[in-house]
């Protein structure tokens, strides 16, 4: 199975005063160790680097260099996908917004979806309850039990 991961595992396994950070940090280890196709589309990382770095969400947010580290050993992955737009993503990101008039914190995951839908993927490790909003989108939370 391949699947996509949204930034709230990677930012949790981050943050170490997260009440999910243990879990968060083991599922990445597991992602990391793992051979299937993990993809993390370039929304994602941004949006991780923006997060981890930023002093009014974290209480000890990450320095630039310690962020970057952090994606560059995850991207450098042989099973890890970082594939982007093309020229037919604003055809499906239109499809996508018919489904569900995306509009503030809802266009990140639309936009995120349409990356899905153009690439074949089909499911997302998140705790981001928005994504069950979208049509034929499996939602695998990352630290539920089993």
Same mark, same amino acid.
């Given at each position: 199975?391949?699947?996509?991961?949204?930034?709230?595992?990677?930012?949790? $396994?981050?943050?170490?005063?997260?009440?999910?950070?243990?879990?968060?940090?083991?599922?990445?280890?597991?992602? #990391?160790?793992?051979?299937?196709?993990?993809?993390?589309?370039?929304?994602? #990382?941004?949006?991780?680097?923006?997060?981890?770095?930023?002093?009014?969400? /974290?209480?000890?947010?990450?320095?630039?260099?310690?962020?970057?580290?952090?994606?560059?050993?995850?991207?450098?992955?042989?099973?890890?996908?970082?594939? %982007?737009?093309? %020229?037919? /993503?604003?055809?499906?990101?239109?499809?996508? #917004?018919?489904?569900?008039?995306?509009? %503030?914190?809802?266009?990140?995951?639309?936009?995120?979806? #349409?990356?899905?839908?153009?690439? %074949?993927?089909? $499911?997302?490790?998140?705790?981001?309850?928005?994504?069950?909003? /979208?049509? $034929?989108?499996?939602?695998?939370?990352?630290? $539920?039990?089993?």
């Amino acid at each position: 199975m391949s699947a996509a991961i949204d930034v709230n595992p990677l930012v949790y $396994a981050s943050d170490t005063s997260s009440p999910f950070h243990e879990a968060a940090l083991s599922f990445v280890e597991r992602i #990391a160790a793992g051979r299937e196709l993990v993809y993390v589309f370039w929304p994602t #990382a941004m949006a991780y680097l923006r997060i981890a770095t930023h002093p009014a969400i /974290f209480a000890r947010p990450l320095s630039s260099h310690e962020a970057i580290a952090n994606l560059r050993s995850l991207l450098g992955l042989p099973h890890v996908r970082t594939p %982007g737009e093309d %020229g037919s /993503f604003w055809a499906t990101f239109d499809t996508v #917004a018919a489904e569900v008039a995306p509009r %503030g914190n809802l266009v990140p995951d639309a936009h995120i979806v #349409a990356l899905m839908r153009s690439y %074949g993927v089909d $499911a997302i490790w998140t705790r981001d309850r928005d994504f069950l909003k /979208f049509d $034929a989108v499996r939602v695998l939370d990352p630290f $539920a039990p089993g």
